[in-house]
């Protein structure tokens, strides 16, 4: 399993895999050449050239004495809020949050929500949980002390509901409160019951009703729709920032501190910006001169959109390793699953297994040279990976553990083609078991816990964490399919849960698609817990990362494949994201 030889000398690395590109090229996947499967992926959008000319004027000196000298006034907003106006403060944190600030402001934030705790819940005696409280306020404060990981009970809202749990009338016209309290509603644990019946009864009143207020407020509708479509706890925090700074810019709150915290966040956004720009040009030439899309025509050329998914775990500019390293092995996990999917026969994904596992080039001598090609770039970027992460983290033996997380990825795959070829539909549960395993959520989960520092290790992370990567996987392989499923029935693909929830079940479509939404509602809740529940060896941060995993999940799958379909998928978040500066 050494691969130090290979490592250092690039040069032959790279002369290797040209030869074999070479010879490739001149072949023309002669072998069983008709027989080969085809997803008919449409090129990739995002060309060389153009990711090359990506520049920003907000990478600069000048800029960063400027938003230093913001963030000092804003950090003086906590010390002017006056003690006894906690819902000020909450908004303050609340807008602090969503323009995509709070890495800048995690002491004072932290400060000023240990006073609020601590009087809140053991005083009872300021006017977010009191009897005077309004709904408002109470939704507010326990959505951001929960996503904070502070403890604090549903039993807060049980005075604004009925045995129905339908809202009181006197609340039941606070537009604000109900849509803080939708957002509080998706933070719940199992069993919280108030927020699971106030979810159930808010759902269905602001969808009938969000007409109504569009041609009152369009801001207040837009918010409604937004927190319908998706919820803020189940969205990628960074992917969101720029649609609340021009929320905010279109509906001035009375709140002095807004013009201070909008420059911040737009200068914030821009110099961001600036660093990914930088990163993904590095990431574009790394791609280019592999030259995998020569030869490997079959897979997804996705880049781009694998970048992406690298930003929505960490987006902070010094996780620029981890973002290098992420982007890679996102990349390596789309072109494997299409080798099992779409090229292989079932005798050469076992060669292709089998080398995983032993992490052995000589096991790949009897496949096609694409194949090898595909082996040989996982070999030396996994071998790079891992002597990168001990020398910048400090670790040891990195490599065995990311060569069983690929392993085991391989041979779930293998068992999802197995199941292609003999016509199998697996049970639910039977497909379940695999398939959280071929979400790739945990071996995505196993290279970000070696890109970042830890005092645990490896082993005692992944059992503390056990359950919360299960979570995880879970939603991402649920939400995989209710996004891919539709064309993959199409061409003829192995079964997706869709597919054995149908057949299992004896239901339509519509429904297996409805349970399997719950399925995933259920997993959130069980991934709140985890989060507050955490052991105090794992940083938030980290957790937050994790959890990231999921969030993107939801925007990749949320209108279908965001991999496959470039321009109905994510086209549009990249350019606002990648390419688009503030103004």
């Given at each position: 399993?050494?691969c ?5 000398n690039?040069?032959a690395?790279?002369?290797?895999i ?21 997803a008919?992926?449409k ?9 090359e ?21 804003v ?26 600030l ?7 934030i932290?400060?000023a ?11 009872n ?19 951001i ?14 005075r ?5 749990g ?5 609340t ?19 069993g919280?019951?108030i927020l ?7 759902i269905?009143?602001?969808?009938d ?6 041609e009152?407020?369009?801001s207040?509708?837009?918010h ?9 706890q ?7 920032v ?15 501190y ?20 930088k ?8 791609w280019?001169?592999?030259?995998l899309?020569k ?9 781009v959109?694998?970048f992406?998914?690298?930003?929505g775990l960490?987006?902070?500019?010094d996780?620029?390793?981890f ?16 080798v ?8 050469e ?12 080039v ?21 071998c ?16 065995p ?30 497909y379940?078991?695999n ?8 071996l995505?989960?196993?290279h970000?816990?070696f ?25 991402l ?6 996004g ?12 997706s849960s ?11 479509e519509?429904?297996?698609?409805k349970?399997i ?24 941060s ?10 993107v ?16 998928g994510t086209r ?12």
């Amino acid at each position: 399993m050494d691969c130090s030889k290979q490592l250092r000398n690039p040069q032959a690395e790279e002369q290797q895999i040209h030869q074999w590109q070479t010879k490739s090229e001149l072949s023309a996947y002669s072998v069983h050449d008709q027989s080969r499967r085809s997803a008919n992926y449409k090129p990739n959008i995002w060309k060389y050239d153009f990711l090359e000319s990506l520049n920003s004027k907000f990478d600069g000196e000048c800029y960063l004495i400027q938003m230093q000298k913001l963030i000092k006034d804003v950090k003086k907003l906590f010390v002017e809020c006056k003690e006894s106006d906690v819902i000020a403060k909450l908004e303050l944190i609340d807008s602090i949050r969503k323009v995509g600030l709070n890495n800048h402001f995690e002491q004072e934030i932290k400060a000023a929500l240990d006073a609020i705790a601590s009087a809140e819940l053991e005083n009872n005696s300021n006017p977010c949980i009191s009897s005077e409280g309004d709904l408002y306020a109470a939704a507010l404060f326990f959505k951001i002390l929960r996503q904070q990981g502070y403890q604090v009970s549903q039993d807060i809202f049980g005075r604004f509901m009925d045995e129905m749990g339908t809202l009181k009338k006197s609340t039941s016209g606070n537009v604000k409160g109900m849509i803080e309290l939708l957002e509080a509603s998706n933070l719940a644990f199992e069993g919280e019951d108030i927020l699971e019946k106030a979810q159930a009864f808010l759902i269905a009143t602001l969808r009938d009703t969000n007409t109504m207020w569009d041609e009152i407020d369009s801001s207040i509708s837009k918010h409604v729709t937004c927190s319908l479509e998706l919820s803020s706890q189940r969205r990628v925090q960074w992917f969101n920032v720029k649609w609340h700074i021009k929320a905010y810019e279109k509906n001035r709150t009375n709140q002095p501190y807004m013009t201070t915290l909008l420059e911040l966040a737009k200068l914030n956004f821009n110099e961001v910006q600036a660093t990914l720009q930088k990163d993904l040009r590095e990431a574009s030439k790394w791609w280019y001169n592999l030259g995998l899309t020569k030869n490997l025509d079959f897979a997804r050329d996705r880049m781009v959109e694998c970048f992406m998914c690298a930003v929505g775990l960490a987006f902070e500019t010094d996780h620029k390793s981890f973002r290098k390293w992420l982007t890679k092995v996102i990349n390596l996990i789309l072109i494997i699953d299409d080798v099992y999917d779409v090229y292989g026969s079932l005798e050469e994904l076992k060669h292709f297994t089998r080398a995983v596992e032993r992490w052995d080039v000589m096991e790949t001598e009897q496949l096609p040279e694409c194949m090898k090609i595909c082996f040989q770039v996982l070999y030396n970027t996994t071998c790079e990976i891992a002597n990168e992460t001990e020398e910048e983290n400090g670790w040891n033996q990195v490599l065995p553990q990311l060569c069983k997380v690929w392993a085991d990825f391989c041979k779930a795959l293998l068992v999802e083609a197995e199941w292609y070829n003999e016509a199998y539909t697996p049970s639910f549960e039977e497909y379940l078991s695999n398939g959280y395993i071929s979400s790739s959520a945990s071996l995505i989960f196993t290279h970000a816990f070696f890109a970042t520092k830890h005092e645990e290790g490896v082993d005692d992370s992944l059992h503390m964490n056990e359950d919360l990567v299960y979570n995880i996987s879970v939603i991402l392989r649920l939400l995989n399919d209710l996004g891919t499923s539709a064309a993959e029935q199409e061409r003829g693909d192995a079964a997706s849960s869709i597919l054995c929830y149908k057949r299992e079940m004896n239901v339509s479509e519509e429904i297996a698609r409805k349970n399997i939404k719950s399925m995933i509602d259920n997993a959130w809740k069980k991934i709140n817990e985890n989060c507050l529940t955490r052991n105090p060896k794992i940083s938030s941060s980290y957790i937050n990362i994790t959890t990231n995993i999921a969030r993107v999940g939801h925007i990749l799958y949320q209108d279908g494949d965001g991999f496959g379909d470039q321009e109905q998928g994510t086209r549009a978040l990249i350019q606002s994201l990648l390419v688009e500066p503030l103004s």
